[in-house]
């Protein structure tokens, strides 16, 4: 740590970077961006507070990877194609070695998504990381909230309930064996932004969105966008936890799972709905995207979010929804 | 304040509107902007931070005017036209007392300019205030910090060094009288972005940038990027100083307006430059956009920046810029 490095100083070692997509690139009071003739801009904002978002000991790599990450999440879920991002960030101090470890991250994750830096702020403040992201899509192609129907399979890709499990850990709730804990953890601490599953989803999901605040409470945004209900089947959605696995030997019982793949969060995870006569189109755009893909609901007419088993039997647990402000 | 409204139903009580310009508005994963053909996309980040960009006794309706003020002085400074903006919040609780005062403070800066709020993020944590507008600026009319040639006229819009006389007064380092201190608080808490000015001077000034930190400490930013240097009238910036009117009545010391004017900050005024045979053409401009401009230096070829008395003789006071992280 070092007071030396003033806050230009500070920018130009480990945030400036030649520009490529835009004119300016970081440094003059605003970013120039020209986008494609015809495309939309798809922008989203995520705010990453230390204690909230992320533990004060998380490796600074692992939180520039997530801070970025959960900003691509929603792009994927609009099925919009990155292209940029600004960084807004409040540091306690000028850590070379934080700011060397977290620009590291932050531009390993950018660079796999040709997503470049154009602009951003920096202060000193407690620990804030604010990332503005900009994608772009063609008119009519991206993936809204709101049009789900009735019939409608409720598709999720990848894996939920593992980061909560991690989380769990972290709080001495729950203990895991070491190799668990150490996959949960990297579910937690580097989410996996599913942009190719929601490029491939285009023209194929009737809705679909991230899964940041826990499934369910995410699902009855969707829900509520599109004007319809669901059947969600809590055990298909809990088979979708990594450590419910059983090769992964961590002694986790039915409720907890369901717990977690429900009400989890943090899996930014994509849940979208298709036709039923998509259906072979979805496991296809899974495929093309490496992306695993699970149907575990359908749509319904009656308004509401109904749990059921297996057996399509009514499920007695509750599942709540992360509110920062609950 | 009150625990019962989350976060949810804050943003859709203090933040939704009608969408006008995004088709989609506040609550998609991602707003969608339609940007005008062939026009570029003018970007900035700005994050606000409790103790260091407003005290905590600001009202809330002057912060949130504020929080936006400073990111529309940035496109006013690339000569860019406000669309839209992101906001995110964290918030140490829901204060709706407060949220009320902010969002109206706001949205009325918001739609004196047209700039619609298209999406954001709130947070509970320290309370921070990370804003990223948007605005268009045809290509190749941007204004940018790397067109200042030699000879050519350095310009300050509005008034500088009063937002810092009343952040003196609140350290307890300065007396003002009432009515001197309001007008200057009035600066300090309520700066008036230079949209206006920014749009008269495309293809009039050759180079801008907007004073936030300082006068001296921006125009050195203008100048390494210009590749030149110049020679700044203190006097002539000192003029600028609106306590500093004989009927202003502050009773202030040349020593202290100089200083105030070249490393006051907070000042968000425009410094420009332009050619001198375009004076008359920048006389307009400001009168167009009815901000008063003056002249208070010249461009030259000798790297370096000379600050020089009305006469013309080196002034020996140092001048130093404001930086968050010296």
Redesign the interface.
Known sequence: MT?A????G?IARYFRRPATRS??GV?????????A??M????????L?????FLSTVAPARLGHKALAVNLS??A??G?RPL?F??????P??DEDWLEGFSRGLFALADAHGCEL?????????L?V?I?V??E?P?GA?L???GARAGDDVWVSGTLGDARLALEVFRGTLDLPAAAFALARRRMETPTPRVALGLALRRVATA???VSDGLVGDLRHLLE?SGVGATLDADAAAARVALGAPGADAGLDTDLLRLCALSGGDDYELVFTAPAAARAAVERAGRDADTPVARIGRIDAEPGLRIVDAAGAPVAQRFTAF????
């Open positions: 007071g490095l003033g806050e230009f500070l004119p300016l440094g003059d009071d605003c970013a120039l961006l020209a986008p003739p015809g939309q801009l798809a922008v989203s904002s995520d705010m507070v230390e204690g909230r978002h929603d792009l879920a609009c919009a940029a600004t960084l807004a960030l409040a540091l101090a000028v154009v602009g951003g702020d920096t202060t000193r403040g407690p804030n604010c503005t900009f994608g899509v008119p991206a809204l909230r709101s679909a969105l991230d966008a509110d920062h402000f609950a």
